[in-house]
């Protein structure tokens, strides 16, 4: 820094040293708190949950044993852990093609309005900003089986009650209903900001090659230009899906009859209620199987995706 | 559009008529999904100001008879610590939010600018962070507070998500289009390089900043899985933990203070992002990931 005032022929040689070294500290140091605190509280659990996986480790045992693959074992062959992933399966399955057509859908509706584009996005971006435990409160007293407004509707206008969350078979769809209204706001934004980066003169173009109907318009110019978008929006919506958790702690407990427990409520309820933690590890590793294609998926994308 | 008005001259009447019924039938779809998305808003609204024996009513009605708002605010507040519980939001959020930004932002600095031994594998250990869901470390985590004696504290809610990968990964790709040569001539004019971070670099990245905190607040003041974990004192209880509460308590049937309590939980983050509408959604069009 001094060498500035020194005679030129200084300057070249060892500033650039001298710079070189300044980078490498500055660097390390600044790097050292972050690497620090990725090794404490992200990849040291991640090793010790794969040990944990081989363990019989109980909170509070004083010993344990290492039993191979003996968990994993019992995990496939447990009932609760298969509905829970049938469940979860089944859920994501509706909220995917859900989350992501109507989104998409409700996007290019709000996309050409001038004046009420304003109103439509607060209304619909509204679920992503509120509590989901405060709301599925309400949602529960929406869906009561004979109080609430929406089985009363139904009935007034001649339709017996539907028992949303005391049937078996209606839970995980009412559950995926709910997930996707709470996602809705979060896809349409993305999917708005698709929409305004593609060019105006490809309507254009398409409109003298003769498709000028709205649907010709969306086969041949929107939906194609989404592409990028939409494969985000589709590995995002995965895996927050997948992650399910918050409606079920709040408003099914896994029942009726255990139609409603998935994946990562069965982790929780096997780590934090019962404290079987080598069963539990074992069983996170199973979510993190599933969930890692997508995750690897989103990295990739965000990694090409963000740019400015 | 106007070349075929000039082919058909009754075409102009014919294309306006077809306009309008085409708007007519776009919102009349987007207002039935607009009402869908409202329901349990305005459902949570008019249960907050009714009596008791109005809520069920057989006819739904938005506004009540007898106004009850007072008297289920004030018994949502007095049953369950409900301000205790948006204060515990704040804290934790905010202290989440700070430490994340004080250790992303440097790290990101030195990946996006600095040489230094180590960066490529860094890096490669910051993408594999983002493919790590943030439950999967929650087991190991919660046996090591256990050890330390530190569950039902403010630092056991915050402490695993301290660091960012996401923020470091936002904004390292922010950084990198900070054009060097600003760098370097604050270098030659002797600016420290903790200095050009703080006082050069990180004004520039503004957008990149709000965008990150909106996210991290959306995502921490709504987390319910690892407040759930750690903490089993009611006094430490984050809006949707202590929701959760009240929702369990014997108040949980009293379905006007119920619905008052989840409208004060849910107030300042719905108040905020209508005051911030632009912000929100720009921070989410930037972010992109939940």
Same mark, same amino acid.
């Given at each position: 820094m001094t060498a500035i005032a020194a005679p030129p022929d200084m300057v070249a040689a060892p500033p650039a040293r001298r710079q070189q070294w300044i980078e490498q500290l500055a660097g390390l140091g600044f790097a050292t708190p972050a690497f620090l605190l990725l090794l404490l509280t992200n990849l040291a659990p +991640?090793?010790? +949950?794969? $040990?944990?996986? $081989?363990?019989?480790? *109980?909170?509070?045992?004083?010993?344990?044993a290492f039993v191979g693959l003996k968990n994993f074992g019992t995990a496939l062959h447990d009932p609760v852990i298969r509905r829970s992933i049938a469940n979860t399966l089944l859920y994501v399955a509706i909220v995917v093609p859900g989350g992501v057509l109507i989104s998409l859908f409700v996007a290019i509706l709000i996309h050409r309005r001038t004046r009420t584009r304003g109103i439509y996005e607060v209304i619909y971006f509204l679920p992503v900003t509120s509590t989901l435990i405060a709301m599925a409160t309400m949602w529960q007293f929406l869906l009561h089986p004979n109080l609430?407004?929406?089985?009363?509707?139904?009935? +007034?206008?001649?339709?017996? *009650?539907?028992?949303?969350?005391? *049937?078996?078979?209606?839970?995980?769809?009412?559950?995926?209903?709910?997930?996707? &209204?709470?996602?809705?706001? $979060?896809?349409?934004?993305?999917?708005?900001?698709?929409?305004?980066?593609?060019?105006?003169?490809?309507? *254009?173009?398409?409109?003298?090659?003769?498709?000028?109907?709205?649907?010709?318009? $969306?086969?041949?110019?929107? &939906?194609?230009?989404?592409?990028?978008? #939409?494969?985000?929006? #589709?590995?995002?919506?995965?895996? #927050?899906?997948?992650?399910?958790?918050d409606t079920v702690a709040v408003m099914t407990h896994g029942g009726p009859m255990g139609s409603s427990e998935v994946l990562l409520y069965a982790i929780y309820l096997e780590g934090f209620q019962y404290f079987h933690m080598s069963y539990a590890a074992t069983l996170t590793l199973i979510f993190l199987a599933f969930t890692l294609v997508f995750s690897v998926m989103q990295t990739v994308v965000l990694d090409r995706r963000v740019h400015y | 559009m106007s070349a075929i008005g000039l082919a058909h001259p009754s075409a102009p009447v014919a294309s306006r008529l077809r306009r309008l019924v085409s708007l007519t039938l776009i919102h009349t779809a987007l207002i039935a999904g607009a009402v869908f998305m409202l329901l349990p808003f305005v459902f949570m609204l008019s249960s907050a100001i009714k009596p008791p024996g109005e809520i069920f009513e057989a006819t739904f009605r938005l506004w009540p008879r007898q106004f009850y708002a007072l008297q289920n605010f004030q018994s949502a507040l007095t049953t369950a610590p409900l301000l205790r519980f948006l204060l515990n939001g704040f804290i934790v959020c905010g202290g989440i939010l700070v430490v994340q930004l004080l250790v992303a932002i440097p790290c990101a600095y030195a990946l996006a600018k600095l040489k230094f031994p180590g960066?490529?594998?860094l890096f490669a250990l910051v993408l594999l962070g983002l493919c790590i869901p943030v439950q999967a470390p929650s087991l190991p985590l919660y046996i090591a507070f256990a050890q330390l004696g530190i569950l039902n504290t403010y630092l056991s809610m915050m402490m695993p998500f301290f660091l960012s990968v996401f923020a470091i990964f936002l904004f390292r790709q922010f950084f990198k289009s900070y054009p060097d040569e600003i760098i370097q001539a604050a270098r030659l004019d002797g600016v420290g390089e903790f200095e050009i971070v703080w006082r050069i670099v990180v004004p520039s990245a503004w957008p990149a900043i709000a965008a990150f905190s909106v996210f991290s607040v959306v995502a921490h003041w709504n987390d319910l899985y690892w407040p759930l974990i750690v903490v089993s004192d009611t006094k430490l209880a984050t809006p949707p933990l202590g929701m959760m509460y009240f929702a369990d308590s014997e108040i949980g049937s009293n379905y006007g203070a119920l619905s008052a309590g989840a409208t004060i939980i849910t107030a300042p983050l719905v108040v905020a992002f209508l005051i911030a509408r632009r912000r929100f959604i720009a921070g989410i069009t930037m972010t992109g990931i939940k």
């Amino acid at each position: 820094m001094t060498a500035i005032a020194a005679p030129p022929d200084m300057v070249a040689a060892p500033p650039a040293r001298r710079q070189q070294w300044i980078e490498q500290l500055a660097g390390l140091g600044f790097a050292t708190p972050a690497f620090l605190l990725l090794l404490l509280t992200n990849l040291a659990p +991640l090793a010790a +949950l794969a $040990f944990l996986s $081989f363990t019989n480790y *109980e909170l509070g045992a004083l010993d344990f044993a290492f039993v191979g693959l003996k968990n994993f074992g019992t995990a496939l062959h447990d009932p609760v852990i298969r509905r829970s992933i049938a469940n979860t399966l089944l859920y994501v399955a509706i909220v995917v093609p859900g989350g992501v057509l109507i989104s998409l859908f409700v996007a290019i509706l709000i996309h050409r309005r001038t004046r009420t584009r304003g109103i439509y996005e607060v209304i619909y971006f509204l679920p992503v900003t509120s509590t989901l435990i405060a709301m599925a409160t309400m949602w529960q007293f929406l869906l009561h089986p004979n109080l609430g407004p929406i089985n009363r509707a139904l009935k +007034l206008i001649g339709l017996s *009650e539907v028992p949303f969350l005391s *049937e078996p078979r209606l839970v995980i769809p009412t559950l995926a209903a709910i997930g996707i &209204w709470q996602l809705i706001g $979060f896809n349409m934004v993305l999917f708005l900001a698709g929409l305004s980066a593609i060019p105006r003169d490809l309507y *254009e173009a398409a409109d003298i090659d003769g498709a000028s109907h709205p649907v010709d318009r $969306f086969l041949k110019v929107t &939906w194609p230009m989404l592409g990028p978008t #939409t494969m985000f929006v #589709t590995v995002t919506t995965f895996i #927050t899906a997948f992650k399910i958790f918050d409606t079920v702690a709040v408003m099914t407990h896994g029942g009726p009859m255990g139609s409603s427990e998935v994946l990562l409520y069965a982790i929780y309820l096997e780590g934090f209620q019962y404290f079987h933690m080598s069963y539990a590890a074992t069983l996170t590793l199973i979510f993190l199987a599933f969930t890692l294609v997508f995750s690897v998926m989103q990295t990739v994308v965000l990694d090409r995706r963000v740019h400015y | 559009m106007s070349a075929i008005g000039l082919a058909h001259p009754s075409a102009p009447v014919a294309s306006r008529l077809r306009r309008l019924v085409s708007l007519t039938l776009i919102h009349t779809a987007l207002i039935a999904g607009a009402v869908f998305m409202l329901l349990p808003f305005v459902f949570m609204l008019s249960s907050a100001i009714k009596p008791p024996g109005e809520i069920f009513e057989a006819t739904f009605r938005l506004w009540p008879r007898q106004f009850y708002a007072l008297q289920n605010f004030q018994s949502a507040l007095t049953t369950a610590p409900l301000l205790r519980f948006l204060l515990n939001g704040f804290i934790v959020c905010g202290g989440i939010l700070v430490v994340q930004l004080l250790v992303a932002i440097p790290c990101a600095y030195a990946l996006a600018k600095l040489k230094f031994p180590g960066r490529p594998l860094l890096f490669a250990l910051v993408l594999l962070g983002l493919c790590i869901p943030v439950q999967a470390p929650s087991l190991p985590l919660y046996i090591a507070f256990a050890q330390l004696g530190i569950l039902n504290t403010y630092l056991s809610m915050m402490m695993p998500f301290f660091l960012s990968v996401f923020a470091i990964f936002l904004f390292r790709q922010f950084f990198k289009s900070y054009p060097d040569e600003i760098i370097q001539a604050a270098r030659l004019d002797g600016v420290g390089e903790f200095e050009i971070v703080w006082r050069i670099v990180v004004p520039s990245a503004w957008p990149a900043i709000a965008a990150f905190s909106v996210f991290s607040v959306v995502a921490h003041w709504n987390d319910l899985y690892w407040p759930l974990i750690v903490v089993s004192d009611t006094k430490l209880a984050t809006p949707p933990l202590g929701m959760m509460y009240f929702a369990d308590s014997e108040i949980g049937s009293n379905y006007g203070a119920l619905s008052a309590g989840a409208t004060i939980i849910t107030a300042p983050l719905v108040v905020a992002f209508l005051i911030a509408r632009r912000r929100f959604i720009a921070g989410i069009t930037m972010t992109g990931i939940k």
